[in-house]
């Protein structure tokens, strides 16, 4: 078997043993395919099982070395050595390579980035400014398109939902006045939780309702111009608008309004760990990065306001 046909064989088992997302198998089919390749030229020719049931973790340490040099970042390798290291399991289960010993290994230490919020009144300004930006010169936008845009944005930001999220949503679901107080969400790995709904959101939801109109109760909640789901660019286009339109930095997108929803709730004295059931976040670790855009705020309120802090 060559190495590129267990690379294949190695996808087809994600796919259908593992159901890895097709995101996840075109990550790790990218990254067993860098490695073969690096192979190639390391061993003097393509490997096949042979060749792959002699490697040492020097060869991986060389892989990634090399990753380095090219210029990948730190998250890039440690995903592709976590992808190597399924693949090479993989072997070792089903087509008799020697265990590699990996366990002493350890990958490029991954630093999450600091998550990017807006203001509170940037955040709401966002939404506000939808109907200004459907109207500017050149604009094509009905009322109908306005009033989605809206209510959408406001979800994300009220509720802290992703776009996927959001844009999964049914009829059935929609969050009007005098409805259920709360959205249950089902999030990553198809883990649900109950989300608290603001009175602007359920406003925004109604305004948009109003052009929407009825409908079945699976239909989706938010539709695109041909009556189907809601892509998730035509959200990031509203966005990107109403963002050149404030004059707002480069990092004003859809997520940026579930990250300013985490970081407004902590500055207002939230619990972390209700921020963390909020968004849905397996790790208490992922949640507490809002820790560093609250600390930072901290910072740069006391360096405008303390007389010694130049």
Not at 16 to 42: C, I, M, Q
Not at 148 to 175: F, H, K, N, Q, V
Request: hydrophobic share 45%.
């Amino acid at each position: 078997m060559t190495g590129a046909e267990a690379r294949n064989a190695f996808l087809l088992w994600l796919e259908r043993e593992r159901r890895a997302s097709p995101h996840t198998l075109e990550a790790y089919g990218r990254d067993v395919a860098d490695f073969l390749g690096f192979l190639s030229n390391h061993l003097g020719g393509e490997p096949d099982l042979v060749a792959l049931a002699d490697l040492t973790p020097g060869d991986l340490r060389a892989f990634l070395a090399a990753r380095a040099a090219a210029g990948a970042g730190n998250a890039t390798r440690a995903r592709q050595l976590a992808a190597i290291r399924a693949f090479l399991r993989f072997l070792a289960k089903h087509h008799g390579l020697p265990p590699l010993p990996l366990a002493g290994m350890r990958g490029p230490k991954r630093v999450p980035p600091i998550p990017r919020a807006l203001t509170p009144g940037d955040a709401k300004e966002i939404a506000d400014s939808i109907g200004v930006a459907h109207s500017a010169p050149g604009a094509e936008s009905p009322a109908f398109q306005t009033a989605r845009d809206t209510a959408l944005l406001t979800l994300l930001y009220g509720c802290g939902l992703r776009i996927s999220e959001a844009l999964s949503l049914d009829l059935r679901d929609a969050p009007l006045p005098g409805g259920e107080v709360a959205l249950r969400i089902t999030g990553k790995g198809g883990k649900q939780r109950v989300v608290p709904v603001l009175p602007a959101v359920r406003q925004a939801v109604a305004a948009y309702m109003k052009q929407r109109g009825s409908g079945a109760p699976d239909e989706p909640l938010f539709l695109g111009t041909r009556g189907r789901r809601l892509d998730p660019a035509v959200a990031q286009k509203a966005m990107r608008d109403a963002r050149r339109l404030l004059g707002l930095p480069e990092h004003a997108t859809p997520h940026a309004l579930r990250h300013s929803f985490a970081t407004h709730l902590l500055a207002g004295g939230a619990d972390l760990r209700a921020i963390q059931e909020l968004l849905g976040h397996a790790s208490l670790s992922t949640t507490q990065r809002y820790t560093a855009v609250d600390a930072e705020g901290l910072l740069a309120t006391w360096r405008l306001a303390h007389p010694r802090a130049d």
